[in-house]
């Protein structure tokens, strides 16, 4: 059984975007291959989630990135001054059938990821 344990005080950004299945591969392996390496270099850049799921009835994909800050701060360092406009490089949007122009944010409240 996992245990669940107090979080740290993360912060979480979430955005979401949509793709053909294609754009969605390539996205993946952009978040994976460009992105992350980028994010892990900034200061108080915790980790990160990409999901997927297939939407039904035609080709699209649901894209969820959540990434993991250890503060409201060390997102301005990514973000800017306004941390809820959704930075997405030119390069990543023409993988997109549409993106979010935001991002919200969530504090981290319970853990209960295996460790």
Known sequence: MTRMT???????RT??????AEGAGSYCRYFAGTLL???????GFEGA???R???DGDDTVELTAHTFWE?????R?????????AIVE????????DFDRTATHRIVAADARAR
């Open 6 to 12: 107090n979080a740290r005080e993360l912060t979480v």
């Open 15 to 20: 955005w979401s975007a949509r793709a053909d």
């Open 37 to 43: 390496p980028e994010l892990r270099r900034l200061p």
């Open 49 to 51: 989630y990409l999901l």
């Open 53 to 55: 799921r297939d939407l």
């Open 71 to 75: 503060s409201p701060e060390a997102i």
């Open 77 to 85: 360092a990514f973000a800017g001054g306004d941390i809820t406009v």
């Open 90 to 97: 030119p390069e990543a949007r023409a993988m997109l059938l």
